[in-house]
């Protein structure tokens, strides 16, 4: 499966972007979808996550209330809504596809794509 991200941008704190991210080239809905985010000289950190069906959604604990993932498998996209955005939000943002919540969370295998990253660019 193939990634493509997009939706960041520049926003001030307590504005909000929604990020996108379509897949093509594999069964979507086989696939747990989740964001991560990549500030500059920091590693690379889970933000939320959302199962097959979308019925199970999971976040890191400063994107808890702020952020909402969501999934369209008849379009093959998933979307991070971000809202309350503050400046330690900055950061280049991923989308991933892997065959469960694990993956994501470090508890065995690897996400198996990644999407390119977007921007996200948050002032204070």
């Known amino acids: 499966v193939q990634l493509q991200a997009s939706g960041g941008g520049l926003v001030q704190a307590g504005g909000s972007l929604r990020l996108s991210c379509v897949a093509s080239?594999?069964?979507?809905?086989?696939?747990?979808m989740g964001w991560f985010r990549q500030a500059p000289g920091k590693e690379r950190e889970f933000v939320a996550g959302?199962?097959?069906?979308?019925?199970?959604?999971y976040y890191e604990d400063s994107a808890r209330g702020r952020f909402t993932i969501s999934r369209d498998n008849a379009k093959n996209t998933v979307h991070l809504q971000m809202n309350s955005l503050k400046p330690e939000d900055t950061a280049v943002y991923y989308c991933?596809?892997?065959?469960?919540?694990?993956?994501?969370?470090?508890?065995?295998?690897?996400?198996?794509?990644w999407g390119q990253g977007t921007q996200v660019t948050v002032s204070s």
């Open positions: 080239g594999g069964t979507f809905d086989y696939y747990y």
């Open positions: 959302i199962s097959w069906g979308g019925g199970s959604t």
């Open positions: 991933a596809a892997g065959s469960s919540l694990g993956v994501f969370l470090g508890k065995g295998g690897y996400p198996e794509a």
